[in-house]
């Protein structure tokens, strides 16, 4: 499979969160502060894209046993220090399923859009599967 182009998936994570409409938040878990976030800003890959991507992987993993062989990099500049540079595998449909979906698994969608949440999700993914053999997970 060959890379889906970050800047098309950004720019449609941008129109599908406008559309939906419900804020995005960031939980400071220390202070319990709540922080928004713009679609845009949410949409960014060295913003919080990599957030949503990261949740997207873990639900396509649950349904496949692969990922999206995410290419995600430390770039301590960027907001949570860390930047998608590339998205290797899968189909662009697939991916932005799991986009829209991943969310909803966890009541992200239901008042706030919490990104915290979807970074439980990823852990909590990744945790069930643990078990799976390497040869179902695909090569890990």
């Not at 406008?18 to 679609?39: H, M, N």
């Not at 829209?100 to 698994?105: F, H, K």
Request: aromatic residues 8%.
């Amino acid at each position: 499979m060959s890379a889906i182009d970050l800047a098309a998936i950004s720019a449609a994570q941008t129109r599908l969160l406008a559309e939906i409409g419900k804020p995005i938040e960031l939980l400071d878990r220390d202070t319990e502060k709540r922080v928004v976030v713009s679609p845009a800003d949410a949409a960014h890959p060295e913003a919080y894209l990599p957030v949503f991507l990261i949740s997207a992987e873990a639900l396509w993993l649950e349904l496949t046993g692969t990922g999206f062989a995410l290419d995600v990099s430390r770039t301590p500049d960027s907001a949570l220090g860390y930047a998608v540079r590339k998205v290797r595998a899968g189909s662009f449909p697939g991916l932005m399923f799991c986009l829209l979906v991943s969310p909803m698994r966890r009541g992200a969608w239901a008042d706030v859009v919490v990104l915290n949440q979807l970074i439980d999700f990823w852990g909590e993914a990744h945790g069930r599967i643990a078990d799976v053999t390497p040869t179902l997970q695909g090569a890990t």
